[in-house]
């Protein structure tokens, strides 16, 4: 099974970003790849407008437009974007939420899955302007079970280990990580304990850098640090990328996955463990 981690920038237009993201999309399907990941934002980086402004559901252009992608290229596309969800008032301001979803299309399927753990931290509040979902999402691809995770979600292991008891083999994770010192350092951690936590391979395409040949380990706010990759079932990172745009196109196995879970039964563990 080929994958493709498509690491790029995009930019504050939605479909000037589908504009850009499409021929990176042809390139990686010309390479055998039949599941492509796109970033977290995709189709709306952050910290480039307002959210709301261009959040369109499944039906709209950007969504459309991928599926009709996939259905050329014959494959399957993870792609995020955003969604109308609600308005909640903050002190004196009135905000259109949207969800933070992760679009699922081509080979029959179009959906989305809405990130669940927003990123509430370093003194950054995704809740602010972005609605939390509420349900795990899994799909299948050539038979295999794919869960779908994004960016700072990979820090709940529960997620990761959800998707394995439903027979997850490959968690595919769209994201867009906040550069700055250590933050490389604990991406590489998180992805690799993930993957052993529930012993699927971890499939994680993230936004470039901006101004990676000079800002590198800079913090940056949510807008990317590269590092796209592929980690395997017993943590192994079998294609790492840098900082700048790049593709990766890797052939894995995801039998490997069941056989992890022979070897090293976590799940079984835990179903069998009482903690007081």
């Known amino acids: 099974m080929k994958i493709a981690l498509v690491q790029t920038v995009t930019g504050s237009d939605t479909m000037d970003n589908f504009a850009h993201l499409a021929p990176l999309v042809r390139d990686a399907a010309a390479q055998g790849a039949s599941l492509i990941v796109l970033p977290e934002g995709a189709s709306q980086a952050f910290e480039q407008g307002r959210l709301d402004t261009q959040a369109e559901d499944l039906d709209g252009t950007f969504a459309t437009n991928m599926r009709d992608l996939a259905g050329e290229l014959g494959v399957t596309i993870v792609a995020g ?3 109308p969800a609600d308005t909640v008032q903050r002190g004196e301001k009135t ?3 949207v969800y933070n979803t992760a679009l699922i299309t081509g080979n029959g399927l179009h959906e989305g899955y809405d990130k669940i753990h927003t990123y509430d931290a370093f003194n950054y509040r995704e809740s602010d302007t972005v609605r939390p979902g509420e349900r795990l999402v899994t799909f299948e691809h050539d038979g295999v079970t794919v ?3 994004t960016c700072f979600d990979i820090r709940f292991p529960e997620q990761f280990q ?9 968690i595919v994770v769209p994201t867009s990580w906040a550069d700055g010192p250590g933050k490389v350092e604990q991406w590489r951690i998180l992805t690799a304990a993930r993957a052993l936590d529930a012993g699927v391979f971890i499939a994680a395409a993230g936004q470039s850098r901006p ?3 000079t800002k590198a380990g800079e913090p940056s706010g949510p807008t990317g640090a590269g590092h796209s990759t592929v980690v ?3 943590g192994v990172r079998i294609a790492e990328a840098g900082y700048g745009p790049e593709t990766l196109v890797v052939d894995i196995d995801p039998e490997e996955a069941s056989k992890q ?3 090293l039964p976590l799940g079984q563990i835990r179903a069998d ?4």
């Open 81 to 83: 974007m955003f969604r």
């Open 95 to 97: 905000i259109n939420r």
């Open 147 to 149: 869960g779908v995770a």
């Open 162 to 170: 959800a998707f394995a008891d439903r027979g997850a083999q490959v």
């Open 211 to 213: 101004d990676f040949e």
């Open 232 to 234: 395997d079932p017993s």
């Open 261 to 263: 879970r022979k070897r």
């Open 273 to 276: 463990t009482t903690m007081r």
